[in-house]
């Protein structure tokens, strides 16, 4: 398999996921602002939306969107335990968590990385997002991981997204809850594997 990521975006938590599995893999590295991967092959000839990440299998087929590709390793590789029982109820609770990530807590960022988002409209972007991030602070109150006890893909997906708050001035001081969850999850050999090979350290 290969992994086509950009450095510190969220495809870290796909590759994250990939070393929690033990699944053998190539990381690709594209520049997202150029599209242009390591090789200068154009990206969008691999995903024609030119975004990361790509998970392209010994197939040749390639699966795009971080929360499928998220699952996808965690169907396949069972014995790492990254995702409850399909038809579960407990995986339906994986969804939902996934769901909201993606659409609350990624997106809720995504605006403040762009140089053209005015300042006020940033300064709202955050208020909002403060929010949201209260909210996973309060379910995450008594737990280790979102689903409980058990690490699974969802809590590579917000680790990712908590990580980008200081490239963004989001303060994460007021969420204890969050900022313990972000440094159980850093401590895990698969999240330090995949930060020191994206050349981001401890910290993306």
């Not at 990206?43 to 790509?54: A, C, D, K, L, W």
């Not at 300042?119 to 209260?134: F, H, N």
């Not at 303060?171 to 994206?198: G, H, Y």
């Amino acid at each position: 398999m290969k992994l086509y990521y950009g450095r510190g975006t969220c495809s870290l938590s796909s590759h994250i996921a990939l070393r929690e599995a033990g699944a053998t893999f190539d990381l690709v590295k594209v520049d997202t602002k150029t599209k242009q991967t390591e090789a200068g092959v154009d990206f969008r000839t691999i995903n024609p939306n030119g975004y990361v990440p790509v998970l392209e299998l010994d197939s040749g087929e390639r699966l795009s969107e971080n929360a499928a590709i998220l699952q996808y390793v965690a169907d396949q590789y069972p014995a790492a335990n990254l995702a409850p029982a399909a038809g579960t109820m407990a995986r339906y609770r994986l969804l939902e968590w996934l769901t909201f990530i993606s659409s609350e807590v990624h997106k809720g960022y995504s605006p403040l990385f762009n140089p053209a988002t005015p300042e006020e409209y940033k300064t709202i972007t955050r208020e909002k997002l403060a929010g949201r991030l209260g909210y996973v602070d309060q379910k995450l109150a008594g737990r280790s991981y979102l689903l409980g006890d058990a690490y699974s893909i969802a809590d590579a997906y917000l680790f990712v997204c908590l990580n980008w708050s200081p490239m963004v001035k989001v303060d994460l001081s007021a969420f204890a809850n969050l900022q313990a969850f972000q440094a159980r999850v850093a401590s895990r050999p698969a999240s330090q594997a995949a930060l020191q090979a994206e050349g981001l350290g401890k910290k993306a």
